[in-house]
């Protein structure tokens, strides 16, 4: 019997496993949406590569994911979003949600002052995504951006409260502070699992906007409008399959997610490019 669209899962993919982080807030939003989760792990990082290849790679990302029969894709790497959502969407029938339009929005309704930071990798600060996104709704806002590369690799090797992280987040942070910035949005996958560093750094009377949580909202929002809410009373079921599993991947996965995970699958480079 053919599933309804209702009841398939949502897909959500990421360069590697920072975007369990989203998955997080989607699961505590959509406790009955099932999730199916794709991990680029032999590529990442998206986020100092090319646009090109940011684009080549989501792709058969998105393509895997529509492989698996989901009923919608979250793009929850900062990265693809900036730079490969408008591709994603033009190239595929299926409802694509990035981050960036959902960070912008959840940042434009807490500023006061009108001064809004932005931190994210190198490809996402770069591509200037969040600022266009912020000035095409709001053209009086201040928005300055800062590229904070090392939170990547600090929060992989689970430096979540090292002096190293304080010193590389002060030295990122700085600007943006005396600046006066009153909202900063996590403009990258990785960083709500350094939120309280970033908190200290920057001070407690900035707000702090996880992309991912608002994305979740999105989500929600458009699966009630398009009547695509799952609407059974069932806890919804978790698949993840990523194109490498290292050593200690279950430990940082199970970090970011903030939950155990069973199984984890690994699909082949070569098959993921070949998909069609
Ligand atoms: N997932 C990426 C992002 O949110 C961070 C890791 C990477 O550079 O691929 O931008």
Redesign the pocket.
Known sequence: MKTLEKYKPIGVF???I??LTVVKKLASCLPNESIVYFGDTAR?????KSNFTVIEYSMEDARFLINKDVKLIVV?????SSIALSALQNNFDIPIIGMIEAGSRRALEKTRSGKIGII??S??INSKAYSKEILKIDNKIKVFEKACPLF?PLTEEGWLDHKATYLIAEEYLKELRELNIDTLVL????YPVLIRVVKEIIGNDVELIDSGSAASYVVEKYLQEKNLKNDTKNEGTYEYYVSDISPNFKEIAERFLDRKIDELKKIDLDILTKLK
């Open positions: 990421d360069s590697g920072g975007g990442v990082p998206y986020g100092s929850a790497c900062n990265t693809a994210g990798t490809a996402t990547v403009g990258c996958t990785h």
